[in-house]
């Protein structure tokens, strides 16, 4: 075998982080950098390295919050613009996986603990069935994973892009602003970090207020202190908009394994979530409300999962028994 470390790393439009494989396979010395402060990946692998003596790596599993299909490769909210041969020759690797950030999300859901998730609302996991993820952080993520002949496979895409439909009177209001600006509105949009000071704005056009927008961290700080209430009706809408379409992700792959909400937003809301229109929605689906009512939804309460679903895509992988 030839020597040399085992790095994984979750990189986001906002954070990037890195971690080591112990000799189970699993992540360890986990530590978060900027982005903004590095001018690419190799960069920013080598600054963390530089902690821990700078070891020599043997492969790495690279999960990116943007298309990773091309060789060139394009953060979708970040600066960074790479090529993928130059990761694996500047790194010295002999192998090199890149994944869709979700993708590698969604790798982990099967091997969450208990204590890793909160259930929200009703539901129980069907052995094996599909699962689905999606979660808004800088973006908006979305995949599933699907298991097949002893493994489980991930679906990688770009789900957050999708049309952004509305799901009542107000909500179409809201949407009807938005299109003056976009011709297209996709979930992300408004449903993510870099969303939530626009959501702000239309809500308060649609509601009867307006004002500067706070930045996002301080739109999620605000709603969930509830010392205001126009922070706090921003992120109900949020929090409707996306139960919506958790459904309609339940429902197109069949996620009767339960849908799982991660990114950097939703587990720093705590019981606001659990109290917000999310479930309901998720539900409000007509003819099929009794399907959805049966699928479990699950708030992800674990730091780093994208690391954990890399690790396991990396020891997976041809030659990193």
Same mark, same amino acid.
């Given at each position: 075998?030839? @020597?040399?470390?085992?790095?994984?790393?979750?990189?986001?439009?906002?954070?990037?982080?890195?971690?080591?494989?112990?000799?189970?396979?699993?992540?360890? $010395?986990?530590? &978060?950098?900027?982005?903004?402060?590095?001018?690419?990946?190799?960069?920013?692998?080598?600054?963390?390295?530089?902690?821990?003596?700078?070891?020599?790596?043997?492969?790495?599993?690279?999960?990116?919050?943007? @298309? &990773?299909?091309?060789?060139?490769?394009?953060?979708?909210?970040?600066?960074?613009?790479? !090529? %993928?041969?130059?990761?694996?020759?500047?790194?010295?690797?002999?192998?090199?996986?890149?994944?869709?950030? +979700?993708?590698? *999300?969604?790798?982990?859901?099967?091997?969450?603990?208990?204590?890793?998730? %909160?259930?929200?609302?009703?539901?129980?996991?069907?052995? *094996?069935?599909? =699962?689905?993820?999606?979660?808004?952080?800088?973006?908006?993520?979305?995949?599933?994973?699907? +298991?097949?002949?002893?493994?489980?496979?991930?679906?990688?895409?770009?789900?957050?892009?999708?049309?952004?439909?509305?799901?009542?009177?107000?909500?179409?209001?809201?949407?009807?602003?938005?299109?003056?600006? +976009?011709?297209?509105?996709?979930?992300? $949009?408004?449903?993510?970090?870099?969303?939530?000071?626009?959501?702000?704005?239309?809500?308060?056009? &649609?509601?009867?207020?307006?004002?500067?927008?706070?930045?996002? @961290?301080?739109? !999620?700080?605000?709603?969930?202190?509830?010392?205001?209430?126009?922070?706090?009706? &921003?992120?109900?809408?949020?929090?409707?908009?996306?139960?919506?379409?958790?459904?309609?992700?339940?429902?197109?792959?069949?996620?009767?394994?339960? !849908?799982?909400?991660?990114?950097?937003?939703?587990?720093?809301?705590?019981?606001?979530?659990?109290?917000?229109?999310? $479930?309901?929605?998720?539900?409000? =689906?007509?003819? +099929?409300?009794?399907?959805?009512?049966?699928?479990?939804?699950?708030?992800?309460?674990?730091?780093?999962?994208?690391? *954990?679903?890399?690790?396991?895509?990396?020891?997976?992988?041809?030659?990193? @028994?």
């Amino acid at each position: 075998m030839i @020597p040399g470390a085992l790095l994984v790393a979750d990189i986001g439009g906002t954070h990037a982080r890195f971690a080591l494989l112990d000799e189970r396979g699993l992540p360890e $010395r986990v530590r &978060v950098l900027a982005v903004a402060d590095y001018v690419g990946p190799v960069e920013a692998v080598q600054a963390y390295l530089h902690e821990f003596g700078s070891p020599p790596l043997r492969a790495a599993a690279i999960a990116l919050a943007a @298309p &990773v299909h091309a060789e060139v490769i394009r953060m979708t909210n970040a600066d960074w613009v790479f !090529v %993928r041969a130059d990761i694996t020759a500047r790194l010295g690797l002999a192998q090199l996986l890149l994944l869709n950030d +979700f993708a590698a *999300l969604a790798l982990s859901l099967p091997h969450l603990a208990a204590a890793d998730l %909160r259930q929200v609302g009703g539901g129980t996991i069907v052995p *094996l069935a599909p =699962k689905a993820v999606l979660g808004p952080g800088t973006g908006l993520g979305v995949s599933g994973v699907f +298991f097949d002949r002893g493994h489980w496979l991930a679906l990688t895409g770009e789900g957050g892009h999708c049309s952004l439909a509305p799901g009542d009177r107000r909500e179409a209001e809201i949407l009807a602003l938005a299109w003056r600006d +976009f011709a297209h509105v996709s979930a992300e $949009r408004l449903l993510s970090g870099s969303g939530l000071p626009l959501l702000y704005r239309l809500v308060g056009e &649609v509601d009867g207020w307006s004002g500067e927008s706070p930045a996002t @961290p301080e739109i !999620v700080a605000r709603a969930v202190s509830g010392d205001d209430p126009r922070c706090r009706a &921003v992120i109900d809408t949020l929090c409707a908009m996306l139960g919506a379409m958790a459904g309609n992700l339940a429902l197109t792959l069949g996620a009767q394994g339960g !849908v799982y909400v991660g990114g950097g937003i939703i587990p720093r809301l705590g019981d606001l979530f659990d109290r917000s229109a999310f $479930r309901t929605r998720f539900e409000a =689906k007509g003819r +099929f409300a009794s399907y959805l009512v049966a699928i479990p939804t699950y708030v992800m309460l674990c730091p780093t999962p994208a690391l *954990l679903g890399s690790a396991h895509a990396l020891v997976d992988s041809e030659g990193c @028994p």
